[in-house]
């Protein structure tokens, strides 16, 4: 599942979202084909000169061809049956390469893939980008009354104009991005600017060039600290930790190079910045694994502690194999992994060494549910 699939799952929530994304993703496949022209050239064009230094390096090379660091001259050797094409023989060494000069010639198939791979997530980074840019300012309003999307690729530019009409509002916003073809190591894509809001009219009062945060605040009638204190209880109703994000206390407890949260415990990276990074609280993290198992057809017991009375009843166990406990929610016998102690006054082999266990605490290992 690509990213522009993942970020489709959430906005199915919001219609709206999902129009506004097919609409750019027709916008870019409108003038799809020559930004492929321009990636397969620059694929092949990066293709030919490894292939020029490597029949180059053939001249003054011996023994067998080894690729010499990420860029040198032997390393298109590494994808041969892509770059190199010899139907008849199986070259392994410079010598080879020099017998058979005449026969040794570059494909396209490898680079033509990679150019496509390329366009495909330029498409996708294009659409799903612009889209969460829109929902930042359109948050939870889905009235969208028509839109209006154009684009046009002149001279690796990707230009466009974005217009959005909803129930007593109406903004645009222009794109004016550079494609930038990259050929050191490989040939990438990427986006240089991003979308701008140039006008709005909100219940018939006309805005220039609003900024996002006031553009948002427009279409939703709220404060940013309304705003502030919506996005707080949404974190939190989905169980993440109120210190996400923030910066560490001054005091706070350090473990190498990581940060112990003084809310949930954990020891958790920084970010660059030296904020915590965002997390879910252990109990969160706990409910989201057992609604995974669950969905999965697995039992809610799974991975779960054993009931202490349970551990009671369980007598002495064999060293080397898993006890079996009944299991509270499907009533099953399951394999426990648990926390033994060898019992050494009683239970001894004949070499006088303990043969028996006491389990002190056990989980449940993964079962399914029984049909």
Not at 198 to 223: C, F, H, I
Request: hydrophobic share 30%; net charge positive.
């Amino acid at each position: 599942m690509g990213k522009l699939d993942i970020r489709a799952k959430e906005w199915e929530k919001n219609p709206a979202l999902l129009r506004i994304m097919a609409m750019l993703e027709k916008a870019f496949n409108d003038v799809g084909e020559k930004i492929r022209e321009d990636l397969i050239k620059g694929y092949r064009e990066y293709a030919d000169r490894y292939f020029k230094r490597f029949m180059e390096t053939s001249k003054r090379e011996q023994g067998d061809i080894i690729p010499r660091g990420m860029y040198g001259p032997a390393v298109p050797f590494q994808d041969w049956h892509d770059y190199i094409h010899t139907p008849e023989y199986d070259i392994r060494t410079w010598e080879q390469v020099r017998e058979l000069k005449s026969r040794v010639k570059i494909t396209y198939k490898r680079s033509d893939e990679r150019a496509n791979a390329s366009y495909e997530h330029a498409r996708d980074s294009f659409v799903y980008k612009n889209v969460d840019k829109m929902q930042e300012v359109l948050g939870k309003r889905s009235d969208l009354k028509n839109g209006v999307i154009k684009f046009d690729w002149r001279g690796n530019y990707f230009k466009g104009n974005i217009q959005i009409y909803l129930e007593n509002a109406y903004f645009q916003g222009d794109v004016d991005i550079k494609y930038v073809v990259r050929t050191i190591p490989r040939v990438t894509p990427y986006f240089q600017y991003p979308l701008v809001f140039t006008d709005a009219e909100v219940n018939g009062k006309s805005y220039a060039r609003p900024a996002e945060q006031q553009l948002r605040n427009l279409l939703s009638g709220k404060t940013d600290e309304e705003h502030a204190a919506e996005k707080k209880a949404e974190a939190t109703a989905a169980g993440y930790c109120p210190m996400s994000g923030q910066w560490p206390p001054e005091k706070t407890e350090r473990v190498g190079r990581y940060r112990v949260c003084p809310s949930c415990k954990q020891t958790l990276a920084v970010s660059s910045l030296g904020r915590f990074m965002k997390h879910k609280t252990r109990e969160a993290v706990k409910k989201d694994a057992a609604t995974k198992l669950t969905e999965a057809g697995y039992c809610p017991m799974s991975r779960q502690k054993v009931p202490a009375e349970i551990v009671a009843k369980i007598g002495p166990v064999d060293g080397y194999k898993d006890p079996k406990a009944p299991c509270p929610g499907c009533q099953q016998q399951v394999r426990l992994d648990a926390r033994r102690e060898w019992i050494r006054d009683q239970f001894l082999t004949p070499g006088g060494y303990p043969s028996k266990m006491t389990v002190e605490s056990a989980t449940y290992y993964k079962h399914k549910l029984s049909k």
